[in-house]
């Protein structure tokens, strides 16, 4: 049988993985389509031989045991895979890496494929895509546009549909112009909240991982996948507790659009219809001045704050290594010349920035802009290359220097004016990701889903995704929070005479237990009582602690029903337990 996964998404991976379908032919169906690609959208041929040899370890085991179990997904080509150059966008500047970034190993780790690397904008400056010796992917909606950047390869894999995610990084919306700029979903997470380890800086403080795809659910989960804290990684951040949205969430909206801005008409006209959605969503709607924020974002180019760009790759620019885009050495080579005390200053200014921006999250749980006040055509570049980039980073930049996250949704409109490569752009405080991803996914699927953040649920066994009892979190519209273990202070039992098998979840002494894999999701409170009412002993829901210290309702067991049952706490999970039977 012909397999041509073409615009599938995770979930359309894991229901052929489901019903059978075999791992290798799939992907190798997958890498035959990017062999296809258009030109400029990969750096190199796609990754056939690891891909394949993926292919091959993955059809030994249970397509349910992994998260991402044999899902495809590209990387930017700044960010490491073992074994393959990391060009960051210059021929001169490529290495050879011995390990996986981070992030990326968490993905493989849970059962992902890498089968390519993608284009940008040279050491990730620029939010237009041409910066590249690569050539210059073709935008998927009209190729007069610019694809965007510095992500473009990775936002137009996925807009072509030849992988349903992809990686790309975010400094100053290079995660959230190309995915507007293709029709795509886009996540910049919190600073911190993923690794950075293995990914080539651009602004090493304001760098993350950027998730493309085509649904805001894959990228949240994808988003949960790479989470967590780094030590060896100094610009970690370990997630705080944070107020949940309000009951009737606030959503802000710009009061009116600065003069400096030079909103185009068509994305006026876009951003008003577009808004529209709130309308079915039961949301309140309230204008805020958005001035604060658009001038913060003028100082990561505007002031010696871009000398940090320098910092990153500034050496090797000035050694004129092969294949230096001249607009991105010329803004490097600019960068070198501030001053320490320029920079010290660049830095109070900013602090100054981020006390009064601060006020605009007073009354208001999440904030839509346009992702851009305009679509930019590959003759608008050519003729004013930074004023062009400039203009498409005014609705981004600040979300970065003020420690922000984002999620852009593509929101099609029945607009008269035939404008395409526009997308919402929802903000919240850093730590947020889950509250803009709940709005994310109610904006795709057209009702509110803000009651699944009321009650947490630490999940262990059968009710895991895939395996038989899951359907009774889907039937009360659960949402997928992360993928994560327990703290180290619980041991797993297989217990007996159970239909289905069920695991057994026991609390113990620090010294004498493990870290477990679960997941923990949400639902709202009346569904979570009547989930209650319906475990059977001798399980019940007690509390449980997780890796990162936060404590969650969760699946426990009884201890006297432990007599005949199997400790099978070093296999890590109940999913490894499953693959070895």
């Known amino acids: 049988m012909i397999v041509e996964p073409y615009r599938w998404t995770i979930g359309q991976f894991a229901a052929a993985y489901g019903s059978g379908m ?65 060009t960051a966008g210059c021929p001169g500047f490529a290495y050879v890496p011995e390990d996986d970034a981070i992030v990326v190993a968490a993905l493989r780790a849970a059962g992902a494929i890498v089968v390519g690397k993608t284009n940008l904008d040279q050491f990730a400056t620029g939010l237009v895509g041409p910066r590249s010796p690569y050539g210059v992917p073709v935008n998927t909606l009209d190729p007069e546009l610019v694809p965007g950047g510095s992500s473009s390869g990775s936002a137009v894999a996925v807009g072509l549909g030849l992988v349903p995610f992809a990686f790309g990084t ?14 795509i979903v886009g996540l910049k997470p919190t600073l911190g909240r993923a690794s950075t380890r293995g990914l080539v800086p651009a602004v090493r403080r304001l760098d993350c991982p950027s998730i493309f ?32 949205m309000r009951t009737v969430p606030v959503i802000g909206i710009p009061s009116g659009w600065p003069p400096s801005l030079e909103m185009s008409p068509e994305m006026d006209t876009w951003f008003a219809e577009a808004i529209g959605v709130f309308d079915a969503l039961a949301v309140e709607v309230r204008r805020v001045d958005i001035g604060p924020l658009l001038d913060t974002g ?4 505007g002031s010696a704050l871009v000398a940090e760009r320098a910092a990153a790759v500034g050496d090797a620019v000035a050694k004129g290594i092969d294949g230096l885009d001249p607009v991105v050495s010329s803004i490097i080579a600019r960068a070198s010349e501030a001053t320490a005390v320029d920079a010290y200053r660049a830095e109070y200014e900013l602090m100054r920035h981020r006390r009064a921006a601060g006020a605009v999250w007073d009354d208001i749980d999440i904030l839509v802009l346009p992702t851009t006040p305009l679509v930019a055509t590959l ?65 795709h ?27 009774q979190l889907v ?67 007690g509390s449980v602690e997780l890796s990162d210290g936060s404590v969650h309702k969760g699946f426990r067991c009884e201890s006297e029903a432990l007599a005949g049952a199997t400790d099978i706490t070093a296999l890590g999970g109940w999913r490894n337990y499953l693959a070895g039977k």
Request: with cysteine.
């Open 22 to 86: 075999s791992v290798i032919a799939i992907i190798e169906s997958v890498l035959s389509s990017l062999a296809d690609a258009p030109p400029g959208v990969l750096i190199g041929p796609p990754l056939a031989s690891q891909a394949s040899a993926d292919a091959q370890r993955l059809a030994a085991v249970d397509p349910a045991s992994l998260a991402l179990y044999g899902v495809p997904f590209v990387v930017k080509d700044n960010i490491d895979v073992a074994g393959v150059a990391t």
């Open 170 to 183: 975010d400094t100053a919306g290079s995660g959230r112009v190309p995915a507007a700029l293709n029709g």
């Open 213 to 244: 795809a085509r649904t805001p659910g894959d990228a949240a989960l994808v988003g949960e996948l790479i989470s967590g804290f780094d030590p060896l990684d100094a610009f970690s951040r370990r997630s705080p507790d944070v107020p949940a």
């Open 298 to 301: 003028g100082l990561l180019y």
């Open 379 to 443: 003759a608008d570049v050519a003729r004013d290359p930074l004023g062009t980039n400039e203009m498409l980073g005014r609705l981004t930049t600040f979300a970065n220097l003020l420690d922000l996250t984002c999620m852009v949704v593509p929101v099609p409109v029945p607009t008269t004016n035939g404008l395409v490569g526009a997308g919402l752009q929802l903000i919240a405080p850093a730590w947020h990701d889950a509250d803009v991803a709940v709005m994310a996914a109610s904006i």
């Open 445 to 471: 699927g057209g009702a509110l889903e803000r009651s699944g953040q009321a009650c947490t649920l630490v999940v262990v066994g059968a009710h895991l995704r895939g395996l038989p009892l899951h359907h």
């Open 475 to 541: 039937d009360r519209h659960a949402t997928l929070v992360r993928v994560t273990s327990t703290s180290p202070s619980y041991r797993l039992y297989a217990l007996p005479d159970t239909q289905p098998p069920k695991p057994g979840l026991v609390r113990t002494a620090a010294d004498s237990g493990a870290a477990v894999a679960v997941e923990l999701w949400s639902m709202g409170a009346a569904e979570f009582g009547t989930f209650v009412q319906a475990i059977p002993a001798p399980l019940c829901i």
